[in-house]
């Protein structure tokens, strides 16, 4: 038999059971989608928490105030960071930029319009920082900082929002009745999934503190963002700030830190391996469903080597061997499951681009090796499924196959 | 120059093991040769051992003591895939309910012992029209077999024993599902291969009327060969052999 006559001999068979063989192969293309669909949300998931992480850098390091212990138990934030430890840090020789962050949710006013955004109050290190670029206007500078301006850089998103030019440098927006000249537009980021880096204000930390929010502790620090020049040691830069921090906040030997230091690239990569499983969980969920689809090949085809027992009886009669039998019924199995696998693919890729790109506006990573894997399941699960029904069907006495009714 | 008999059984006994202990032996020490162009009738009553003897002469089964030549090469002890290579080449069966795939129409069935043999799509198209002109049903080779009459259906049964080009055809009671005048057909069809393509035709049958058709009979009671011979006048010859073995 050349594999013409083993392909079209299985075609036969298979379309000559048509609602049979369909619903068999729908079980593999809803297992194959799943598996493509979920390695597909695990990978967007991967790369959005790159995105969030590459945007900031994974040499950057964040401090928080408080989470100082008192008789084991965190006593929660308190305000004992301040302005002075940010001009410290600065100093350390690792440290490329370091600025103070203030968040705050802000209800901004241009014209007859308003929106509602995120404010947060820095210093001109913000910039490096978050890797900032200007499309319009500059960045805050210090004597900006120095003199608490009325200055704002904001979003490209917000600007849009708020239906301001498209250069709005020089334009006044209130925040709080606190009037703001807009100095500078930020870059457009792109959306990363989960918060947008292009809808928010970036005032100097002072205007914030002392115009917007009239804080009482003006030279308190709520948390300290730093970047470090690209070829220093995450770990030895931290050490250096803890060392420098216990200084200067007078902790005694023993006493527990009153900060948080969080490194970036110890989080990126505590978040990678999470969503490393996290994808690994999702398939093996989606597996499951596989697995139910090739039980249902093995069935249709025990069924099919009990319903055609006087057609291998005739073959066998008429000089099919043993092998000829296997390689027949194993090649429909695989058939089968390799049109599912197919089928499931390009289901599960449409599904996964499409509501990716047109619902959730975002670019879902694609990869070949679902591809590979769909391909190399779809002759596995053939192989599995088929081989003990196809040796059933080979077994078969020729004598009592022909009398079969 | 002394010819080889196409079957040649010696002293064939078969014993199947019965499912509640024990065992039954259906066949005696069968001896007997057929020689090629001969027209055989196997005949017997039910349950006499002419079905078992038909599975081996056509290696469906093998012997269980004895020998089995098929034209001359000894194929008593032939593995299972090694018999499906001699039934492919050898012999061509043509069975009682016809057994034609029911899905496939009248040429593929006749190309399908050609495709176990391996030849070339074109060949075995232009061998099997050539069978299906031979049987008359050349007009129907996109028919399937449920659109053909039994006559019809048993017509292409003999196209693809014929396909082939097999030493031998092996029909297992060819009428016993058509009506009389269908099976005078098939049976004339037979005496024709067997008169003027000198094609050797071994029939199983329990009919004396369509054992007639043949040249030889070889009547078998109880698994003993109680008759070997030409074709008595009338079938009690062959029934007086029956009590003679059931003297003894």
Redesign the interface.
Known sequence: ??F??IMHESW?SIS?NKMRSFLTVLGIVIGIMAVVVMVAVGETVQQSITDQFSSLGTNTIMIRAGAAQSAGVRTGNRMTLTMDDVKYISQLPDVAAATPMENSGAQVVYGNKNWSTSMVGVYPGYATVQNIEMEYGTFLDMSAIRNAATYAVIGPETAEELGMPKNPVGEIIRVRNTPLTVIGVTKAKGSSGMSSQDDMIIVPITTLKKRINGSRFPNSVNMIALKLYQDADNNIATEQITTLLRQRHKLKDGDADDFQITDMKQVMETMETVTGYLTLLLIAIAAVSLLVGSIGIMNMMLVSVAERT??I????????????IITQFLSESILISFIGSMFGLILGVGLSQGVGRFILHYNVPFSIWPVVVSISVAVVVGLVSGVMPAIKAAKLN??DS?RYE | MKQTPIISLKKICKVFPLEIGGQQQVLFDNTFNVMPGEFVAIMGPSGSGKSTCM?II?A??SATSGVYELYGKDITTLL??EL??I???YIG?V?QNF???P??NILDNVM??L????LP?DERLSRAREMLKLVGLEKFETYLPTQLSGGMKQRVAIA?ALA?NPKLILADEPTGALDSKMGNEILKFFKKLNKELGITIVMITHEFEIASYANRVIHIYDGHITYDGPIPKNESVLLKSEQRAHKK
């Open positions: 038999m050349t013409y006559d036969l000559g006087r057609e009886g005739i073959r066998k009669a008429i000089g099919a061997q043993e092998s000829t020729p004598i022909l | 599975n056509g469906l089964d299972p895939d499906a290579k039934r492919n080449e069966f069975f057994n034609l795939l899905k496939r399908l012992p495709m176990y043999r391996g799509m693809r082939g």
